[in-house]
């Protein structure tokens, strides 16, 4: 049973970027199969994807958020991450991290980091 | 961008009782669709996907149809634990994907 968590600053500043790791346990991500992604809760407020990869290295991102974010994967330590630039209050939010693993979309889901974004 | 469109915002239920929850999508999606459940404090919980496929250990009180735009999730008879925000997802154009706007089952 995979196990994912998110680790990150619960505060950053506006303007500056944001860097998130998920660390996944529980089973290794060199397989092929396995996609990752990141996703997003603002404060009461409902889910809003952000980008997916898969582990070939094909990445997705949302498109209402441009080109502020990047994602990449460590194999080596079985995590992957999140940066997201030019940060502004509206991304304050709960990041969760997610995997797919056995069905056809994300079923291992972390518990969330909240992040703010101060002035 | 395929838009997912949740009803009702809140539903209103008593323990033991059926609840419906619907979503519409603006585009065909197949069967394409998941749901979630997500309790406070919590990441969500994959319950169906395939629009109508139970994920493992979900109770066969959970239930989804629908194809194409319309969508429903059913939950025969709610439990304590089955108080909660429910999501609907769409994957059709995999690894893109859009969610509901959520449907809170609160206890009446």
């Known amino acids: 049973q995979l196990q994912v968590q998110e680790s990150g600053p619960g505060l950053v500043k506006s303007s500056e970027t944001l860097s998130l790791i998920c660390s996944v346990s529980?089973?290794?991500?060199?397989?092929?199969?396995?996609?990752g992604g990141w996703i997003r809760q603002a404060p009461e407020k409902g889910l809003e994807w952000i980008g997916s990869f898969s582990y070939s290295g094909n990445t997705f991102n949302n498109p209402s958020l441009k080109s502020r974010v990047t994602m990449s994967v460590d194999m080596s330590k079985n995590q992957f991450s999140l940066r997201l630039s030019s940060l502004t209050a509206a991304d304050t939010a709960v990041y969760y991290c997610a995997v797919r693993a056995t069905y056809q979309t994300f079923d291992y889901w972390g518990q969330g980091t909240l992040v703010t974004v101060s002035s | 961008e395929i838009v997912l469109t949740q009803s009702p915002a809140t539903l209103s239920v008593f323990p033991g009782e059926r609840a419906t929850l619907s979503c519409r999508a603006s585009?065909?999606?197949?069967?394409?669709l998941a749901w979630y459940q997500q309790k406070p404090g919590q990441g969500p919980r994959l319950l169906i996907y395939a629009a109508s496929a139970r994920a493992t250990g979900i109770p066969d009180r959970f239930s989804g149809s629908g194809s194409g735009t319309e969508f429903t999730l059913t939950i025969s008879s709610l439990q304590s634990e089955d108080f909660a925000v429910y999501y609907c997802q769409q994957y059709n154009n995999w690894p893109s994907l859009t969610f509901g706007g959520g449907t809170e089952v609160e206890i009446k």
């Open positions: 585009r065909i999606v197949g069967t394409n």
């Open positions: 529980g089973g290794s991500i060199r397989s092929g199969a396995y996609y």
